[in-house]
């Protein structure tokens, strides 16, 4: 069977819509989700009771007891807090989380990331530390050079990948 390019990459799109679409009914079962709309501009501190998908632009503190999703369009400066979280945009700060980490095709990360799991889909860019594991996000927090008040200082356990 011989396949065109084009047909290739609609196939290609339409396995990722399915694979969005999957993520977006995986997070609504779960919680209750809020959406930052692709228009919209926040600053400050985002607090959810459930899970989070934002598609806009967020500066501050993000804060989520589910999951938090950061759109393929979304440009998002902030310190996050969820129980996952997964990275399609553009994404500054860092990032603790007790399970997993995703960071999709096209999306890229500048900052530290502390989870039980990291995901990097290949076309991902992350600039930054990943600490594995590393017990509570509590704990991972208190290394953190912002978590101590020391600007360039930087703390390392023996269990943290430099990338």
Do not use: C, Y
Not at 110 to 128: A, R
């Amino acid at each position: 069977m011989m396949w065109r390019r084009e047909d290739a990459e609609a196939a290609d799109t339409g396995a990722h819509e399915r694979t969005k679409e999957r993520k977006d009914t995986e997070m609504a079962e779960n919680a209750e989700v809020t959406i930052i709309g692709a228009t919209a501009k926040l600053e400050g501190n985002v607090v959810s009771a459930g899970s989070l998908r934002i598609d806009g632009t967020v500066k501050g503190q993000i804060n989520a007891d589910g999951d938090v999703s950061l759109s393929a369009q979304s440009q998002v400066e902030a310190d996050i807090r969820a129980q996952n979280v997964s990275v399609a945009g553009r994404f500054k700060g860092n990032i603790v989380v007790k399970g997993k980490a995703h960071l999709a095709r096209g999306g890229r990360v500048d900052g530290n990331i502390t989870s039980k799991t990291l995901v990097i889909e290949e076309g991902g860019v992350f600039h930054g530390q990943s600490i594995m594991d590393a017990g509570t996000p509590a704990a991972a927090a208190a290394q953190s050079p912002s978590a101590t008040g020391a600007v360039g200082a930087e703390k390392k356990a023996p269990d943290q990948i430099k990338v």
